[in-house]
């Protein structure tokens, strides 16, 4: 039942009173009305879910220190959230947005507000749907500008920035396609496409006229924000006759570095100088910027095609008409580029952008992190390995959703809906990487790791084989964290450490578990809350590779959890 206009507007401003207030910056409101609209892409038109009828959806644009409030109303028949991929959420947990995590879902005719400050962080981030696989064309950018005044802290001043996202198109519903998958236990069926902005570019049948063009005038500089909002595959990205600078990754400055190739897995964003430079023999020549998966996954589990956008010189001519330059690109399994290029990634370290790399840790867990299987049900057929059901999981424990939001929970002291024993390390250990065991089967359950508040936490995340090794880019809620180390094999508690940096090592909210490998991060849980851990391979999410941390309140006001808002959607 709708609440009488007044009484709405009465809970809409009660929410923003019991949220901190931005002590510094401006108050931006937006509203996003999901809707559905018809999209055509490869000549198959289908309705998809939008925010106010884009696809993607419409930028956010914001400064470090600004008060974000985004009204969301759901008018299309699934349930939705909106998670602010990287956000810190300082005692704003109830904003973060993953369902049945943080919040219930906003039902058909129902609306949520989401009300946060932006601390800390300036760069590029992105919005999407974290309810099943509505994240498949609910997303869009969130770009944060410096505070009023500060520059940039690198020499060059961009003429333009531009978002570029990259995404994946399915010619029939998400929703079906796993709905499927987790009814038969197979893998689920894959992307039709990629896109860039949205559209599939040249390459793909049907699709010379939705094809993103990047104009450019020559000897300006750009600033790319690129991000990745594809549902499952990691991609490499490289524009012909080009140069980049990355500058930036997941809102966090690092030391700059020329590539030719970026490597992005879903949920990352990097911030890159462009510097349009056309060639002298060949001013009018159609430059190509191409994306392709970077995958370590059977052949089959992964779309394999290529999406291509164009940069474009004036005057611009027809791409049919001039030379064409096609970028190289690393072979689908490049591995070793991969690990190479996560290891150039550092942070700036200065003293206005510290690395505040916690140096002593007060609590060490070691997670696995990989496939596994579940025996199929009686009086059913199952198509996963062997007749059984795909599952994955962390610490061999694929995690079940409750039915009840867990920050709800919580702050409710509402027992019987999660247990505090997740495991600090796999309960019986095996060589992760080597040959995997005769038993494949996992354990299930709903359970969390509980912390006090600013403790200094590291976690080792073990790549498994017991599939396949594959390569998890791991999106931890709630908190940035420093990658320490990264290595193949199984980690070595005895030796590895030694080799951590703890100076400069990237800052980010996604970090890439290498395939046959591990990597060591570390932060401060200083956010109280309930915080998502989870792959950002929405296959492997869905299978069940997430897991939870509650950190409790502090003992000073300004280090408790905020009370939830008025208007909190109920399960």
Known sequence: MEAPPGLALLLFFGTLLVLPQSSHGATRYYTFNVTMQNVTRLCTTRAIPTVNGKFPGPKIVTREGDRVIVKVVNNVKDNVTIHWHGVRQLRTGWSDGPAYV??????????????????????????HAHVSWMRATLYGPIVILPKRGVPYPFPVKPYKEVPIIFGEWFNVDPEAIIAQALKTGAGPNISDAFTINGLPGPLYNCSSKDTFKLKVQPGKWYLLRLINAA?????????????????????????????????????????????????????????????????????????????????????????????????????????????????????????????????????????????????????RTCQGPNGSMFTASMNNVSFDMPTTALLQTHYGNIAGVYTADFPAAPLEPFNYTGAPPNNTHVSNGTKVVALQYNTSVEVVLQGTSILGAESHPLHLHGFDFFVVGQGFGNYDSSKDPAKFNLVDPVQRNTVGVPAGGWVAIRFFADNPGVWFMHCHLEVHTSWGLKMAWVVNDGPLPEQKLMPPPADLPKC
């Open 102 to 127: 943080t919040q219930c879902p906003i039902r058909t005719g129902q609306s949520f507000v989401y009300n946060f400050t932006i601390t800390g962080q300036r760069g590029t981030l992105l919005w």
């Open 231 to 379: 549902l499952n595959e990691e991609l490499f990205f490289s524009i012909a006759n080009h140069t980049l600078t990355v500058v930036d990754v997941d809102a966090a400055y690092v030391k700059p570095f020329h590539t030719d190739i970026v490597l992005i897995t879903p949920g990352q964003t990097s911030n890159v100088l462009l510097r349009a430079e056309p060639d002298a023999g060949c001013p009018a020549a159609t430059h190509l910027m191409l994306a392709r998966p970077y995958s370590t996954g059977q052949p089959g589990t992964f779309d394999n095609t290529t999406v291509a956008a164009v940069l474009e010189y004036a005057p611009p001519g027809h791409i049919k008409s001039l030379p064409l330059l096609r970028p190289p690109l690393p072979g689908l399994n490049d591995t070793a580029f991969a690990a190479n290029y996560s290891a150039r990634l550092r942070s700036l370290a200065t003293p206005e952008y510290p690395a505040n790399v916690p140096r002593a840790v007060d609590r060490s867990f070691f997670f696995t992190v990989g496939l596994g299987t579940n025996p199929c049900p009686a009086n």
